[in-house]
């Protein structure tokens, strides 16, 4: 079923060329597969840039069904093939890089491309990049030639009216934190204020921070937004401990006490070692409410539900099996048991943000709520067995010998890798592995392989007892939009739980349930703590959306009705001389391609190993970022480089770039690419450099009268160290350029150890 609203959304974006914002979890992929119905036509060619491996199968999948064109994914296609698929028409997935690369070599038939005139389209549903103070939307929506600007937020009144009238029937539960996770939880939150307030005495660029924002937003964006590499080593180090004390903070909710001891236990270990070690340390470390924490004062009376002091614990009559039981435990056992009285053959399905919180699921669902902490007991007599540190021999060993750990074979690479992070990431604790396998009664192993195709980085079937299958989705951020749907469509749950709130998922739900009339829509169960910061994130990304979509709204009624956009593709022909520049084929994930081409240069895409662009036979210019300077630094080939190019010229951006170099054109002859694809690197050498070892070549460097003028040409002339040792010394002469060079290197290879002068 196709909503109103949608088909207005269709409607605007073909008439009108522009930018589309939805709020997140909304139609963006329903869109998207209404813009392939339209403009799947024979004998047409349509290209999508950019897209991901998720993306990839979901709409190959939607196109297939269809089968109105032929879709391809073009890194899987050889180069001699893609000129006759091009010419044939169909779908093509492709990267940005492959597409350039293929018109400006006259692969790609640029005159097929179904609305290459004036066809631009953007759809996105992240609201929060375009209320960053750095991103300007006009100046974004020229440099991408979008004139329009649409705004689609949830409380727009066609939408409203049309989602409103099928409202989903939400039961949400919340259940308090105990006495101890309050106060642990009071003590992080005091921490994470003050790392902020130090913060924001460095820098008038750190007001943005907030625990509001902190809590929406990840911090990797955070510190992307304000330029982490710019900053000294103090701002770095508090946004450190602001990222540790947030991960802390959601492991108090999501994880249980044996898991969060072992996650501050690990913390505590690293900081002790830097303070060893002399390193910068977290000055948060030395507060009353890290002592609260660090010191164990509640995160190990939680782990042995001690009601006193930590005195107690060292008593005889302690029971280690009385661990604090976290709250939604017994309310998630609460819901399921409510389930299975009232409807004795269902399906349910619990959806989580985070695959660490799978093994606490897996031990409710077996129905035996002390059963993780069954290994308390044996680290009694060494509490600091629980460390995240561990080399893997020893977790390995401790996970074998531990009774009542459920091991599944995972036949998947990705599930494999995930097991093994997860004994890195959470130590000797309790392990519940978890698998991609499901227990459907209805299908055979083959037929479920294949429905589960889409699933397999999404799904983890936990349980299965008598006819009710406990199947536990994993939404991640690459892949929500298209598992999520994918999974509702095929399982069709009678429940789903949220074991944590997320409201990008209630409106993946409310879009499913409006849009499949004939389907009975299963009763949601929201489950949270209150008080706490499950609870703040939840109503702060429900006000969050309200507040960037208003501003969005606001900055829209300030920007003119229409963006003038210039299109300059037309090139001058009138001084088309000096207009060619080889360029090297691996330049094209950078900007730098794009701004000499709009410059109205001629790309010629080669791969070339002297330089990234040669401007002309006398100019070769290679572009160093900071990293690659030090990574040709590190391996010598920066002195390699400097023997061809000798002259620096320093750059702020790119665009500065491109216009320096038609500054470099102007007098200058066109390059000869014949003659630039047959120079290499020490081309008289019997080796070239990238194949000699680097770590006898810095070996080599240490050695008296080796120098990096002459190392190369050492390291052709002798196989290894024991031909240097043992050539006459008329061989290293010849070897060697300057005669004192081989006499260092001969004395050193030859004097004895001990001075015979000094022993008599």
Not at 489 to 497: A, G
Not at 687 to 702: A, G, S
Request: contains cysteine.
């Amino acid at each position: 079923m196709t909503f109103l609203f949608e088909k207005k959304i269709l409607t605007e974006l073909i008439n009108n060329d522009g930018l589309t914002i939805f709020p997140r979890g909304f139609c963006e992929s329903r869109i998207l597969k209404l813009f392939f119905d339209v403009y799947s036509v024979k004998n047409t060619l349509i290209l999508f840039v950019n897209g991901t491996d998720n993306e990839y199968q979901v709409y190959i999948k939607h196109i297939n069904k269809k089968a109105k064109v032929k879709s391809y994914n073009v890194k899987d296609i050889k180069v001699s093939d893609r000129i006759s698929l091009y010419n044939e028409g169909g779908i093509f997935f492709t990267s940005s890089q492959i597409c350039i690369l293929d018109m400006l070599t006259d692969r790609l038939p640029i005159a097929m491309i179904t609305g290459i005139d004036g066809f631009l389209k953007a759809i996105s549903s992240h609201q929060d990049y375009f209320n960053n103070y750095d991103v300007n939307i006009e100046i974004m929506m020229k440099s991408m030639y979008l004139p329009n600007f649409f705004i689609w937020p949830r409380f727009q009144a066609d939408i409203v009216a049309e989602l409103n009238e099928c409202d989903i029937s939400m039961i949400q539960m919340k259940c308090k934190l105990t006495d101890k996770m309050t106060n642990i939880h009071q003590a992080i939150l005091l921490l994470v204020r003050k790392t902020i307030t130090d913060l924001r005495k460095g820098n008038k660029i750190y007001d943005i921070l907030s625990v509001e924002k902190i809590i929406i937003r990840k911090l990797g964006q955070i510190k992307k937004s304000i330029c982490t590499s710019h900053m000294d080593l103090t701002p770095k180090q508090l946004l450190d401990d602001l990222e540790n004390l947030i991960r802390i903070l959601n492991l108090l909710t999501s994880a249980n006490p044996l898991e969060f001891y072992s996650s501050y236990n690990s913390i505590r270990f690293s900081l002790i070692l830097n303070i060893k070690n002399g390193s910068n340390t977290s000055s948060w470390f030395y507060t009353v409410a890290a002592d609260t924490i660090l010191k164990y004062e509640f995160a190990k009376l939680r782990l042995f539900n001690c009601k006193n002091s930590l005195e107690s614990i060292n008593q005889d009559n302690v029971n280690a099996k009385t661990m604090e039981m976290p709250p939604k435990w017994k309310l998630f056992n609460k819901v399921i048991e409510d389930i299975q009285s009232c409807n004795p053959a269902v399906e349910e399905n619990g959806m989580v943000k985070d695959d660490a919180i799978i093994p606490s699921i897996k031990e409710i669902e077996i129905g035996n709520e002390t059963e993780i902490i069954d290994n308390v007991e044996k680290m009694k007599e060494n509490i600091d067995l629980v460390d995240c540190s561990l080399p893997m021999k020893k977790i390995r060993k401790i996970v074998k010998n531990q009774q009542d750990v459920n091991i599944i074979v995972v036949i998947s690479q990705w599930s494999l890798l995930s097991s093994i992070r997860k004994i890195i990431q959470y130590g000797v604790d309790h392990l519940v592995d978890f698998a991609i396998r499901s227990y459907f009664s209805t299908v055979d192993d083959e037929e479920l392989i294949d429905n589960c195709e889409l699933l397999l980085p999404a799904t983890y079937v936990l349980y299965k007892k008598e006819n009710i299958n406990y199947i536990c989705f994993v939404c991640n951020e690459t892949n929500w939009d298209y598992q999520l749907n994918y999974s509702l469509e095929q399982i069709k749950p009678q429940y789903v739980i949220l074991y944590q709130p997320e409201l990008y998922i209630l409106r993946q739900l409310e879009i499913f349930k409006a849009s499949r009339e004939d389907v009975k829509f299963p009763v949601i169960y929201n489950l949270m703590y209150s008080n706490s910061i499950e609870e703040q994130y939840y109503l702060s990304s429900v006000m969050n959306e309200k507040r960037n979509f208003t501003n969005l709204i606001k900055l829209k009624h300030s920007l003119p009705t229409v963006i003038d956009v210039e299109t300059n593709f037309v090139k001058n022909t009138r001084n088309n001389e000096n207009k060619n520049i080889v360029i090297d084929i691996r330049e094209f994930k950078s900007l730098m391609p794009s701004l000499l081409y709009a410059n109205g240069f001629n790309l010629l895409p080669y791969t070339i190993e002297i330089g990234d662009y040669i401007l002309s036979d006398k100019i070769c210019v290679e572009r160093k970022s900071i990293e690659d300077l030090r990574s040709s630094l590190a391996n010598g080939r920066l002195y390699s480089q400097c023997e061809s190019i000798l002259r620096y010229v320093w750059s702020r951006s790119p665009k500065m770039s491109s216009n320096i170099f038609s500054m470099l054109k102007k007098t200058e002859n066109e390059p000869d690419v014949e003659k630039i694809l047959s120079r290499k690197f020490h081309s008289q050498g019997q080796y070239d450099q990238f194949q000699m070892d680097p770590n006898l070549k810095m070996l080599l460097l240490r050695f008296p009268g080796i120098s990096t003028k002459n190392v190369q040409k050492i390291m052709e002339k002798f196989t290894n160290l024991r031909d240097i040792c043992n050539s006459p010394k008329n061989e290293i002469k010849r070897s060697f350029s300057n005669v004192t060079d081989s006499e260092l290197i001969f004395k050193f290879m030859n004097n004895e150890y001990v001075n015979k002068e000094i022993k008599q």
